[in-house]
């Protein structure tokens, strides 16, 4: 599977939102059980390491899940993982292995944690996933599968240090489970980053847009970056995205601008030059048009942030 082409705009757009991973459990289960983890507000995963069970969501019927498979819930949704294929109620009820493994009862093996993002939900990428996506051990390609048997082994092993490389390890995850879904899925609902990001033309143009936010970029000057007229351009654009292109330029380019300000080594005019602006009223307006508060907001709060570690 040719996944390159996908991989310039989904680094820089998860790099301005920090992605950040946590391993929040890795329960070891046997004898009747289920487990949920939503409510967090987070972006979360389960990533099965051994056995299997059964996936319980909202008007769908029971998913079983096997060893090598992955689920990600990018919104948060109520889900159960349970050892039975019909739930009695949404307690959470566990039963935990201690020791050794009992004789003749299957055992499942979890491995649990969630993604955290700068921006909180506010995140394109996360707003154009469906509420979840199941990856397959047997359709997920020899990275992905090398990543989830690598996490197991760390997860078995227990290491010095095992609890940090599993949190880099599930950064990565998220990234490939992300970038299998682009590349697999043959549609995917237009009016998000994610369709625009499976469409090679309007790739293009925002390859160049994110290589080079800073650029006096023009209608016309992306529409070439298609290889499109600049109507077709403009009205497809608009169609997988949801945005007018100078709509999402402006609103990236303020996302750099936070990240900048937050990052606090860059003056306001510093921060303006960055991101391809040169007049400050045009800057502070359009920052406040898209965050609702002005860049000096930030600097304030960082200013009390320094103050009271003083």
Known sequence: MDISPHEDVLSTVLAAYNLRARIDTNPRLCGEWQLSTSG?????????GEGGCYLHMEAMAPVWMEAGDLLLLPHDDWH??????????????????????????PVTQLLC???EFDSGRRNPILAALPDHIIIRRRESGDRLSH????????????????????????????????????????EHSEGSLIAALADDRIRRALDALHAQPEAAWTLEGLASEAAMSRSSFA?????????????????????LA?????????????????????????FRKAFKRVHGFGPGRIRQLLRRLGAGQA
């Open 235 to 255: 009205e497809r654009f608009h169609a997988l995205v949801g945005q007018t292109p100078i709509d999402y330029l402006t609103q990236w380019r303020m996302v």
């Open 258 to 282: 936070e990240r900048l300000l937050r990052d606090g080594r860059e003056s306001v005019a510093g921060v303006m030059d960055a991101v391809g602006y040169t007049s400050e009223a045009a």
């Open 113 to 115: 944690g969630h993604f």
């Open 147 to 186: 990543l989830a048997d690598l996490m197991n082994i760390e997860l078995a092993e227990r290491s010095s240090g095992y609890r940090p490389v599993l949190d880099r390890l599930a950064d990565t995850l998220f990234v490939m489970a992300v970038r299998h879904h682009i590349c697999s899925q043959r």
């Open 80 to 105: 159960l993982m349970s050892s039975r294929d019909t739930v009695p109620d949404r307690d959470n009820h566990l039963t935990l292995v201690e020791g050794e493994d009992p004789p003749d009862i």
């Open 40 to 48: 967090s507000g987070n972006a979360s995963f389960h990533l099965v």
